[in-house]
């Protein structure tokens, strides 16, 4: 939709687009939305013409980028495995810290950036480790090897809030989890069936039992931060009288369906263990398979299953980023819509709010939008959820927003 950026002078540029588009000033806030240093760039793409032995000099590669073509995509595929190193190990920003060091699935190190245009940090230096295991997160937090940790499990609330010296953050997350169904096919193409088992989850209780009570319900996609959420929206309610008489209805006997979920988030297991207690009442049996994550995305991508559980983590603050990448038709598979659902008159709604300039207008497009989702059943709500990070006692003044993004500008650490 960006048909031309336009250099005006040092400090503005001007972005033409094809017609008006409502998420484009969220959207420039993204992370792959930032403007990177040219002389940066020019590096990179130097980089990879050299590795990829090609013929072509920086000047001849960003001629045929701007004359496009076969020419062009051909250089493309040559130099695709190689672009990206530089920016990746050694990135140019503007913040308050600059980049020292990574190590890949170590640790990367930055300091303060005393050049920085605003007030400067109060720490010297930021080393963040890469911890996979949440429980060794949670032992190095209490050892004092470390100052703080992002991302602890909803069952080890209890043990942070309880530890003399530790502080727990809750941010209200941007974000929804959900169980998809594979919408392309049996037997999950059938509306009733899809509407079936929703009404035979209990998201309530899923949230006290699974999840200790962190985050809330959700009744549809759009988080209460984002436009288009309303309290008026009435999501699936349980009820399991209703799953069994639409089971009948769709004449779906002795049911056999299979639930994926990624072998590292014991909480998506829980909660797809609970779904299949609840299944088993009305007779319906789910097996539950736990899938390496990289096969898993593989799956889910290539319409390989019929149910999974993911979440989806909004990071613009635009409605559009959520639910029209859940749910467009154009977005089928690794894009997002991993319940391969498609439905001309919510793509239609989709389109059209992301052209609306009249917030009113677009807000009422997405509440109709979810109306049509909730009704058509192609997921599964199961909760808004918290970002949960925590720290030392020493530490003050850390913060995170509801899109997870840290702010250490003004952190420091009591000295003992």
Same mark, same amino acid.
């Given at each position: 939709?960006?048909?031309?950026?336009?250099?005006?002078?040092?400090?503005?540029?001007?972005?033409?687009?094809?017609?008006?588009?409502?998420?484009?000033?969220?959207?420039?806030? !993204?992370?792959?939305?930032?403007? @990177?240093?040219?002389?940066?760039?020019?590096?990179?793409?130097?980089?990879?013409?050299?590795?990829?032995?090609?013929?072509?000099?920086?000047?001849?590669?960003?001629?045929?980028?701007?004359?496009?073509?076969?020419?062009?995509?051909?250089?493309?595929?040559?130099?695709?495995?190689?672009?990206?190193?530089?920016?990746?190990?050694?990135?140019?920003?503007?913040?308050?810290?600059?980049?020292?060091?990574?190590?890949?699935?170590?640790?990367?190190?930055?300091?303060?950036?005393?050049?920085? *245009?605003?007030?400067?940090?109060?720490?010297?230096? @930021?080393?963040?480790?890469?911890?996979?295991?949440?429980?060794?997160?949670?032992?190095?937090?209490?050892?004092?090897?470390?100052?703080?940790?992002?991302?602890?499990?909803?069952?080890?609330?209890?043990?942070?809030?309880?530890?003399?010296?530790?502080?727990?953050?809750?941010?209200?997350?941007?974000?929804?989890?959900?169980?998809?169904?594979?919408?392309?096919?049996?037997?999950?193409?059938?509306?009733?069936?899809?509407?079936? @088992?929703? !009404?035979?989850?209990?998201?309530?209780?899923?949230?006290?039992?699974?999840?200790?009570?962190?985050?809330?319900?959700?009744?549809?996609?759009?988080?209460?931060?984002?436009?288009?959420?309303?309290?008026?929206?009435?999501?699936?309610?349980?009820?399991?009288?209703?799953?069994?008489?639409?089971?009948?209805?769709?004449?779906?006997?002795?049911?056999?369906?299979?639930?994926?979920?990624?072998?590292?988030?014991?909480?998506?297991?829980?909660?797809?263990?609970?779904?299949?207690?609840?299944?088993?009442? @009305?007779?319906?049996?789910?097996?539950?398979?736990?899938?390496? *994550?990289?096969?898993?995305?593989?799956?889910?991508?290539?319409?390989?299953?019929?149910?999974?559980?993911?979440?989806?983590?909004?990071?613009?603050?635009?409605?559009?980023?959520?639910?029209?990448?859940?749910?467009?038709?154009?977005?089928?598979?690794?894009?997002?819509?991993?319940?391969?659902?498609?439905?001309?008159?919510?793509?239609?709604?989709?389109?059209?709010?992301?052209?609306?300039?009249?917030?009113?207008?677009?807000?009422?497009?997405?509440?109709?939008?979810?109306?049509?989702?909730?009704?058509?059943?192609?997921?599964?709500?199961?909760? !808004?959820?918290?970002?949960?990070?925590?720290?030392?006692?020493?530490? !003050?003044?850390?913060?995170?927003?509801?899109?997870?993004?840290?702010?250490?500008?003004?952190?420091?650490?009591?000295?003992?």
């Amino acid at each position: 939709m960006v048909s031309e950026i336009n250099i005006i002078d040092d400090y503005n540029i001007e972005l033409v687009t094809e017609y008006p588009y409502a998420p484009l000033l969220n959207n420039l806030s !993204h992370g792959a939305g930032k403007m @990177i240093s040219k002389d940066l760039i020019d590096a990179d793409y130097t980089n990879a013409l050299e590795q990829a032995e090609s013929d072509l000099s920086l000047e001849e590669y960003y001629e045929l980028r701007t004359a496009g073509g076969e020419e062009h995509e051909a250089a493309v595929e040559d130099i695709s495995q190689y672009v990206g190193e530089k920016v990746e190990t050694g990135p140019v920003g503007t913040n308050y810290f600059k980049f020292e060091s990574r190590n890949p699935g170590e640790e990367t190190v930055v300091s303060r950036n005393d050049d920085y *245009w605003n007030t400067p940090a109060l720490l010297d230096d @930021i080393t963040f480790k890469v911890v996979t295991e949440p429980a060794t997160r949670i032992a190095e937090l209490e050892s004092g090897s470390s100052d703080a940790i992002i991302s602890t499990l909803t069952s080890n609330t209890d043990r942070v809030e309880q530890t003399d010296g530790m502080t727990l953050m809750r941010s209200d997350a941007v974000n929804v989890d959900y169980i998809g169904f594979n919408t392309s096919k049996a037997p999950f193409d059938n509306p009733k069936i899809r509407q079936a @088992i929703s !009404h035979a989850f209990d998201s309530e209780a899923v949230l006290d039992g699974v999840y200790n009570g962190s985050g809330m319900p959700a009744d549809g996609p759009l988080a209460p931060a984002l436009l288009g959420y309303s309290e008026e929206l009435e999501g699936r309610e349980y009820d399991m009288a209703r799953a069994e008489e639409l089971l009948d209805e769709a004449d779906a006997e002795d049911l056999t369906i299979n639930l994926m979920v990624n072998d590292d988030n014991p909480e998506r297991l829980d909660v797809a263990l609970w779904l299949q207690e609840s299944l088993n009442e @009305i007779g319906v049996t789910l097996n539950v398979e736990q899938v390496e *994550w990289g096969a898993y995305l593989d799956a889910t991508g290539n319409a390989e299953h019929d149910m999974f559980i993911l979440g989806w983590g909004n990071t613009t603050g635009d409605p559009d980023e959520t639910i029209t990448s859940l749910y467009h038709t154009d977005n089928a598979g690794n894009n997002g819509n991993r319940a391969f659902y498609s439905n001309p008159e919510l793509d239609e709604i989709l389109d059209n709010a992301r052209q609306e300039t009249d917030e009113a207008a677009r807000e009422q497009m997405y509440i109709e939008a979810q109306e049509i989702i909730i009704e058509e059943a192609p997921s599964i709500f199961i909760r !808004h959820g918290e970002y949960l990070n925590a720290h030392n006692g020493n530490v !003050h003044e850390f913060k995170a927003d509801g899109f997870n993004m840290l702010d250490f500008s003004e952190t420091y650490i009591d000295e003992e």
